[in-house]
């Protein structure tokens, strides 16, 4: 599998200036990876060393220790830069360029020349939802409708990899819809994405896999089906016509269950048992309506993970 990401215990330590310098681990281990063609969720409440790490990706700050290799390069080499698009949490651009003007900018900065700079900054602004508003000047935009201008910018130049800061922020509900269908379509075309955001609904309708990360460690880390599989604590059931001897095969088992009609809806303990049931019952002749297990969402294992530390943290953000 081709990895574009790999972070191999990356640690970042900085002094912070005053009479007596005091060193703060920022990053204290992480590890992980990023394949290609897949959308890749980085999480983790304020504080816990994601804007660090983004950082150290993109060769900005070095690490204390640990590696980490971007393309299959070192952050230093500037050779895969022409192939990775960024946005950053909240982008400053000159506000008295146009969003055209703007982003054809970007593109010549990426090295094409005027004309292919002019087409692509004009098909991304039309992308991402700023065609009746490309001329405007950028001084007159909405805070969302900066971030789509962002959003343009980091697809200049058609990069293999997209690196995005919080790309949902500022955006309304439509806008992140907008958005988390551009990721999409994105991952259809064979780009790789990896963002952190703090919205997680935005991520279980997105992501392929996650990383959550707290204190400067990554805490849970893996594919996104999985994790949410793991937690599942139950399976409800609904199933027409179901013959009377899986009737009695439910009594017998202890399977909590109730029949109204020709309908019976039953509570399975495990998906296992729930999906080997209701194959033998279609085999048999019966209707499956509904099959719905009962597990944790993302947010609920995010809070999970932190621990002790989510009272603390939510006193602090108050």
């Known amino acids: 599998m081709n990895t574009l990401i790999e972070v191999q215990g990356f640690k970042k330590s900085f002094f912070v200036p005053g009479i007596r310098r005091k060193l703060v681990e920022a990053v204290k281990d992480i590890s992980l990876s990023v394949n290609a063609g897949e959308i890749y969720g980085f999480l983790g409440p304020n504080g816990a060393g994601k804007m660090t790490t983004i950082k150290a990706l993109l060769g900005l700050i070095r690490p204390t220790a640990g590696t980490i290799r971007v393309l299959g390069a070192s952050p230093d080499d500037l050779s895969w830069r022409s192939q990775v698009g960024y946005l950053p949490e909240t982008p400053y651009f000159y506000e008295y360029l146009s969003g055209l003007e703007l982003v054809t900018w970007f593109g010549r900065l990426a090295g094409l020349n005027a004309h292919e700079a002019s087409q692509q900054a004009k098909a991304r ?65 064979g780009r790789t994405v990896f963002y952190s955001t703090h919205i997680l609904p935005d991520v279980e309708m997105t992501c392929d896999r996650v990383a959550i990360i707290h204190q ?12 949410l599989t ?24 202890q399977v909590q269950h109730r029949a109204e009609g020709n309908v019976v809806q039953a509570e399975f303990k495990t998906m296992d048992s729930a999906v080997s049931f209701v194959g033998e019952a279609q085999r048999q002749g019966a209707r499956l309506e509904r099959l719905e297990p009962h597990r944790m969402d993302l947010e609920e294992i995010f809070v999970s993970s932190l621990g002790a530390d989510f009272e603390k943290l939510r006193r602090d953000n108050r």
């Open 125 to 189: 602004l039309e992308r991402v939802g700023l065609a009746h508003a490309m001329t405007r000047p950028v001084r007159k935009y909405s805070k969302g409708m900066l971030q789509r201008t962002g959003l343009a910018q980091s697809l200049i130049g058609d990069p293999k990899l997209l690196i995005l800061d919080e790309p949902m922020t500022g955006l309304d509900p439509i806008g992140r819809r907008d958005i988390r269908e551009l990721l999409l379509e994105l991952r259809a075309e």
């Open 216 to 227: 400067g460690r990554v805490i849970q880390e893996g594919a996104l089906s999985e994790i």
């Open 230 to 253: 793991s937690t599942i604590r139950g399976v409800s059931v609904s199933l027409v016509n179901l013959a009377p001897p899986l009737l009695e095969q439910l009594k017998l088992e």
